[in-house]
């Protein structure tokens, strides 16, 4: 029963490209979240989004844009990738107020390990 | 700015030892504090949380504390077994909408 879907698992792209790593949940959550996991830095907030067409950047915006045109559906955008996006990246939902869900809040995607060459 | 902190970054014990994880956070608005297991190439999930009015919660074997005054919480694992294995990751909320997490701790439980 995979609530929060993220469109590929191991991305591989060249330096320059624009990547598009997309993000679906089917529990009609309000807000949802890109994050950034790398080793030592924990879970780093890239972007988020708490309705349609609204977002605000996180810890570390740069080089990332993100879409949001239907509740469900997330997108980050790599504008011109480079080999410090390097990273696994994590999407998640929430209820508009996340403390307040008996299933604490956050459901995350199971990653895109993307590497940028 | 806001930031939690979260020791240790690794930490190997014995099975059936216990295992302690402490986290501190820094905005005093926060009174959310959820904890999340991630299990090698599987996505975090949510293990146990506690409020801010809230001193101490217990799930069996894991239990969190709480002290608002110093700005800290931990995380208490007892009697370990090999499926205990994993990152955890403390958070703590900021804002209405977002959590601030710690930089994870990789516990290894040795048979």
């Known amino acids: 029963d995979v609530k929060v879907t993220q469109s590929s698992r191991y991305l591989v792209k060249r330096t320059g490209e624009k990547v598009f790593l997309e993000c679906v949940q089917d529990m009609d959550h309000e807000n949802m979240f890109w994050y950034r996991q790398d080793p030592g830095l924990g879970l780093r907030l890239i972007y988020f989004s708490y309705d349609v067409k609204m977002k605000e950047k996180g810890d570390i915006p740069e080089g990332y844009s993100v879409s949001r045109e239907k509740k469900e559906r997330f997108s980050l955008i790599l504008e011109s990738a480079s080999t410090n996006q390097t990273s696994m990246y994590l999407c998640?939902?929430?209820?508009?107020?996340?403390?307040?869900?008996?299933?604490?809040?956050?459901?995350f995607g199971s990653g895109t390990r993307l590497t940028v060459v | 700015g806001e930031n939690v902190e979260q020791h240790p970054s690794t930490l190997s014990v014995q099975e059936g030892d216990s295992a302690v994880i402490k986290c501190t956070y820094s905005?005093?608005?926060?009174?959310?504090f959820p904890w999340y297991k991630q299990e090698l190439g599987k996505r975090p999930q949510l293990i146990i949380d506690?409020?801010?009015?809230?001193g101490e919660k217990k799930d069996q074997r894991i239990a969190v504390t709480l002290n608002k005054t110093a700005k800290h919480f931990s995380l208490h694992i007892t009697e370990t077994q090999p499926e205990d294995s994993a990152v955890y990751f403390c958070?703590?909320?900021?804002?209405?909408?977002?959590?601030?997490f710690g930089t994870g701790t990789r516990l290894k439980v040795l048979a």
């Open positions: 506690i409020r801010s009015n809230v």
């Open positions: 958070a703590a909320s900021r804002g209405t909408y977002k959590y601030i």
């Open positions: 998640a939902s929430s209820l508009i107020e996340p403390y307040r869900d008996r299933a604490g809040g956050y459901t």
């Open positions: 905005d005093s608005a926060s009174n959310y």
